[in-house]
């Protein structure tokens, strides 16, 4: 039998900046890929060795098979297996994180995590520019952003980001999880295409986790006070037993805020303005749950979501602007973006031959993205742009699991397919239309992509040790109806796929070294593939590219984790290749004068390298005074090259350590954290080169050290729950200081760079009661 060290998960408490990281990767680039035939046999053989015996298997190995197995973490693996036991790098955060730590938002959450970063620009948009539109536009996983991150929700795909568009990738809200978990590096063998950086999956709350111990009513409401952003937010969750079989949930979430504060002092109307335009923000968010389980053998959980954002911006740092000779007098935008889904989730255990669990999922999910920009001119007629788009997605899905015993090894595996068609479309309208063009227009066509994935796992489990050989193979279609799109629209279509294989092996009780090898790929968005803007007053365009390649990512790492009585570790080293890696808005040809426009593609650069390490870890100094001391840490850093140039690929972020310091109580607790940014080398920026203005140079933040310190108090206690008080002070020396995921590619030379800082001391508050 393998010795039990299953048991992680949250032995360890917990620090704002030091979420418990896990695994990381590292191998020095191989010679030899393993070839995805040789991954097939294993799996078939694997297969077929268990399938064999299954019939001899007594019912109770499968159990005690599956019981080795407890559940920590789902997304590593698409089903449950104990945290330390997955082969790859993964975190996991909890409800109570969240709270303990006020994380509002993605970008708190990626403040937490090593290796990861979400970009948040002070909103300075214009009618021409995106800057700052997205708010916080997504993760940043080692180097890898944009949609190169798949985002789940529930196990349901969350809309991709178009660059053309309204849309934004921040359409989750934190009042309505349960828990949230990260896989870094590709994650295609089981999620097909996106997954090349990672994998970001938001379990949203469930009724079972406020019913225990025989209660048939349970909930909790909160009311918290966020000081960067001056915001306030209200929330409630109330879940009950209607019968034997059913339970439910209902949960609300409102925010009403402004923008992200930042050091700049700059409070005039004009370009040179500093401080963050003024913004009001809008936030509401729902969520029903029905779980039904007529028997002990299958379970229906019905869900249905909306989330909503809204911003309004008065753009002061627009007014007296002067593009062509033309004054901008005053500017507006607004963002609208909501996001719906319906999904039913079932699990059957069968105990058939071919299956133990069958788990399927139905789903549909729309995302409607608004944005409105509009300004008076001197002498000029004033602009209107508003831009919708839309994205609807059906996803539906089955996986079956088997567990058994052959001698001594057991096999856990699971086999499925899964379905998702997803129609992207995008709509412009507005008053004075850009010269040549005419309103309404669209900047790519309708788009609708199809994708069929089937995919087999089996985790071989032995004393001690696994292996886990993995395959997906992918077929996607992209078709497109060029009717109102002004440029040449194509279509697409092809298959991937996509092996993988882990190992885990125990050192000792306390050890566990892992390995993986995984590769993954990532189809063209509908944007990057056909897009269409013309400027002949500007001299230049952008255009559409159908020889766009997918994405390939290969990617190695090795890693090591340990849990003693006093400590935790884990660390890892990681190696990427990436092919066909995708740049957008890249210059093809043109001078950018006059009978030589400059022209703009979605290009496809020939082979990238991404490596690094990270370690995290905690070690608990002892007791004193009724409590506990701990000190966790953590530590990342990346490097990465594009082969074909040479140069650095900006995106990776500089290295950042997390120390802190925590003392906790049965009653409270108190934290002091520390996250220390190093600056960005020049050796590690590519420099830009503009044909019309020569070479340009990026500003590159100098290093930074902050201080966070936290407590929660537990104020009340009683027999169905309790009330707590949590706080927070951010930027404790008021410390002025930028990140490079929000500055990265602004201009050394730009008058206004205190616009992108971050914000200084502020404070936060939050109350929540359980019952």
Request: some cysteine; glycine content about 10%.
């Amino acid at each position: 039998m393998k010795p039990n060290r299953h048991k992680i998960a949250n032995h360890f408490h917990f620090s704002k900046h030091l979420l418990h990281p896990m695994q990381h990767t590292h191998q020095s680039e191989p010679r030899q890929w393993p070839h995805p035939i040789a991954l097939a046999c294993l799996c078939a053989l694997s297969l077929g060795a268990a399938a064999a015996h299954a019939q001899n298997a007594p019912a109770t190995d499968a159990a005690s098979a599956a019981n080795e197995l407890p559940a920590v973490l789902v997304t590593g693996s698409r089903s449950e297996r104990a945290l330390r036991e997955v082969p790859a790098s993964a975190q996991v955060v909890e409800a109570q994180q969240l709270e303990e730590a006020q994380i509002d938002d993605i970008r708190e959450l990626a403040e937490t995590l090593p290796g990861v970063t979400v970009e948040r620009r002070s909103n300075r948009m214009t009618i021409n520019s995106r800057d700052g539109r997205s708010g916080n536009a997504g993760f940043n996983i080692r180097g890898l952003d944009g949609n190169r991150v798949l985002m789940l929700v529930d196990g349901v795909r969350m809309p991709r980001n178009y660059s053309f568009g309204a849309s934004s990738r921040d359409n989750v809200d934190f009042g309505l999880l349960e828990r949230v978990e990260i896989i870094k590096g590709p994650s295609s063998s089981l999620y097909g295409s996106d997954g090349i950086g990672g994998v970001v999956q938001f379990f949203t709350r469930q009724p079972g986790s406020y019913l225990k111990d025989g209660k048939t009513l349970g909930g909790q409401a909160g009311l918290a006070y966020e000081g960067q952003s001056r915001s306030v937010r209200a929330g409630a969750t109330v879940a009950g037993q209607a019968s034997e079989s059913v339970q439910w949930l209902l949960s609300a979430s409102a925010l009403k805020g402004h923008a992200l504060d930042t050091r700049g002092d700059n409070d005039s109307a004009s370009e040179l303005r500093t401080k963050p335009n003024p913004e009001d923000a809008r936030d509401a968010a729902l969520l029903g749950k029905l779980v039904w389980s007529p028997s002990a053998r299958q379970s229906h959980s019905f869900s249905a979501e909306y989330v909503s954002k809204r911003d309004e911006l008065e753009l002061l740092s627009q007014y007296g602007s002067v593009s062509r000779g033309v004054t901008t007098l005053t500017a507006r935008g607004d963002t609208d973006n909501r996001r719906k889904r319906l999904s039913w989730q079932s699990r059957f255990e069968l105990d058939a031959p071919v299956a133990d669990t069958l788990r399927t999922t139905v789903a549909h999910q729309r995302l409607r993205s608004l944005e409105h920009f509009e300004n008076t001119r001197k002498n000029r007629p004033g602009q209107v742009r508003d831009v919708l788009d839309h994205e609807n997605l059906w996803q539906v899905s089955a996986q079956a699991e088997k567990t058994l015993r052959s001698g001594d090894l057991a096999h856990k595996l699971a086999y499925g397919v899964d379905y998702a068609r997803t129609k992207a479309d995008n709509l412009q309208t507005g008053v004075t239309p850009p010269a040549g063009e005419t309103f309404p227009l669209k900047r790519f066509p309708d788009t609708t992509e199809s994708a069929v994935g089937l995919f087999v796992q089996n985790e071989i489990i032995g004393n001690g040790w696994s292996l886990i050989p993995g395959l997906r193979w992918d077929k996607y279609r992209i078709s497109v109806d060029p009717t109102g799109f002004a440029g040449q629209a194509s279509g697409k279509s092809g298959s991937a796929l996509s092996p993988r294989l882990g190992a885990t092996l125990d050192l000792s009780q306390d050890w566990t070294l892992y390995g993986q090898w995984a590769s993954g790929f990532r189809t063209p968005s509908a944007d990057q593939l056909n897009r269409f803007f013309e400027n002949p007053i500007g001299h230049y365009r952008t255009e559409a590219n159908p020889d766009l390649k997918p994405e390939k990512a290969q990617h190695v790492e090795l890693g090591l984790k340990g849990q003693g009585q006093n400590w935790r570790l884990e660390a890892a080293v990681f190696h990427g290749r990436y092919r066909d890696f995708i740049l957008d808005n890249q210059t093809v040809r043109g001078t950018g004068r006059p009978g030589d426009p400059l022209v703009f593609r979605a290009v496809n650069i020939g082979r990238a390298n991404i490596s690094g390490f990270e370690i995290a870890g905690e070690y608990r100094l002892g007791d004193m005074a009724g409590g506990s001391l701990s000190m966790p840490a953590a530590f990342s850093m990346a490097r990465g090259r594009d082969k074909s140039t040479g140069k650095p690929i900006n995106s990776v972020q500089p290295p950042r350590l997390n120390l802190g310091l925590r003392y906790a109580t049965a009653d409270w607790s108190l934290r002091l954290d520390m996250a220390h940014r190093q600056g960005k080398k020049a050796k590690d920026v590519a420099g830009a080169s503009d044909p019309r203005a020569g070479a340009v140079e990026y500003f590159r933040p100098a290093t930074s050290t902050v201080f966070d310190l936290g407590g929660q108090w537990r104020l009340l206690r009683h027999a169905s729950g309790d009330v707590r008080l949590n706080a927070t002070v951010h930027n404790l020396t008021n410390r002025k200081y930028w990140r490079w995921s929000d500055v990265q590619g602004l201009s050394a030379k730009l008058p206004t760079l205190d616009a992108y800082s971050q914000p200084g001391r502020k404070f936060s508050l939050s109350l929540v009661a359980s019952f």
